[in-house]
């Protein structure tokens, strides 16, 4: 009886695929997909900042360190963790290329900067932060030219963009599937929102002031979760609730600024939050949704830490590239994200059980650390309005 419904649901999914906004993008690639065992990993890169390869001194780093420091190091990094890591899927959140020194030749500095994710053959994407188009390609033309490299899933935007207008460029929508032989082999079961952040905001009043996430923006997330809702409920084998969400956008939301305490985080504040002057309201549109797990952004490369409120983790990446600033003696690092399924009563994989995430650091001993819980299955999201009652004024 359960083979039987398993084709059914393969059937079923090929059918609706012609009326999915994300099936043009997604299936004429090679789905992703949760591994026979139970998992499906990412590895977060951040704020690369690459420049001429070996040409490229490194910022920040300790004075015995300056004389072989470049660009390269930074490219071994990715390398040694890709090799330890083995991931799914690797994200650049931004700021991939130092846009200001590379006026001559972006197209050139991508190819190095994306290289240890193109030959391990592991299928990647990149958003764009605020500095990737200040060399000679416009944002539009980085995005176009980086979803035709080799293994790469990214996207300029999506399928319906000529329909329903959307700001920026960089926005999509990645589904992961259910792993062979699963009930859920042909459903979404855990959605991954990129969003294009902008560079700065373009108002009066508002000079060299970092941009929003926009209310087309905002919309596409809205209309593109509800519909994998709907597809996630739907017969056959039909979930009670939606599937998770995580979201990777370069720039922090404002919310990110509200965590200042140690008590309040996993990892390190070092910096100020540099966030959007104007708050947008993306992350209410987040919490009205109730998908989105866990928020995943750089920009500020001295912060790694991952604090919740409202039931949503917002997490920092810390910076990865040694050509962008940082802080001599604190090692450059990445992050790992990682699903695991739960067990069906009959002994298949169903749906996501657990979102765990850790960080790993370019030092001697590659090190693996603070490993933490984002969000299970059991876990019931409490409210956080982030006062209390004592911090109220009475009138």
């Known amino acids: ?101 590379e006026t001559s030749d972006v197209a050139k500095t991508m190819k190095m900067a994306f290289a240890p994710a193109i030959e391990s053959g592991i299928p990647w994407v990149a958003i764009l932060g605020n500095h990737d188009q200040e060399g000679d390609m416009t944002r539009e033309t980085l995005m176009k030219y980086i979803s035709k490299m080799p293994n790469s899933l990214s996207q300029v935007n999506p399928p319906d963009a000529w329909v329903h207008k959307i700001d920026g460029f960089g926005n999509y929508n990645l589904i992961v599937e259910g792993p062979f032989g699963s009930p859920l082999f042909f459903k979404s079961i855990l959605n991954l929102y990129l969003l294009d952040g902008g560079d700065y905001v373009k108002l009066d009043g ?16 809205e209309h593109t979760s509800k519909w994998l809702e709907m597809q ?39 910096e100020p939050t540099c966030s959007p002057p104007i708050n947008s309201g993306f992350f209410t549109k987040l919490v009205e949704r109730g998908d989105v797990k866990a928020v995943f952004s750089g920009h500020d490369h001295i912060n790694d830490f991952c604090a ?28 790992v994200v990682e699903a695991q399924l739960e067990k069906t009563i009959y002994g298949r994989w169903g749906a996501v059980d657990t979102i765990k995430t850790w960080k790993r650091l370019d030092d001697r001993n590659h090190s693996l650390i603070d490993t933490q819980l984002l969000w299970s299955k059991n876990m019931k999201a409490e409210l956080n309005y982030h006062f209390t009652c004592s911090m109220i004024k009475q009138h």
């Open 1 to 101: 009886m359960e083979r039987t419904l398993v084709f059914l649901s393969v059937l079923i999914g090929l059918i609706s695929l012609s009326f999915s906004p994300v099936s043009a993008y997604v299936y004429h690639r090679r789905p992703l997909r949760f591994n026979p065992d139970g998992r499906f990993k990412i590895l977060q890169v951040s704020d690369m900042h690459y420049g001429f390869g070996k040409e490229t001194p490194c910022t920040d780093v300790l004075l015995e360190e300056r004389p072989y420091c470049s660009d390269l190091n930074t490219t071994s990094f990715l390398q040694r963790t890709i090799a330890s890591e083995k991931p799914d899927l690797i994200v650049f959140s931004g700021d991939n290329v130092f846009g200001l020194c």
């Open 206 to 221: 508002f000079s060299f002031k970092y941009d929003y996430v926009k209310t087309s923006q905002q919309n596409w997330y």
């Open 232 to 270: 996630y409920k739907r017969w056959p084998f039909p979930q009670n609730s939606s599937a998770p969400g995580l979201v990777f956008l370069h720039i922090p939301m404002p919310e990110f600024a509200q965590f200042t305490k140690p008590t309040e985080m996993t990892g390190v504040r070092q």
């Open 308 to 335: 919740q409120i409202n039931g949503i983790n917002l997490c920092y990446a810390g910076g990865a590239g040694y050509h962008g600033y940082g802080m001599p003696g604190w090692a450059r690092r990445v992050r």
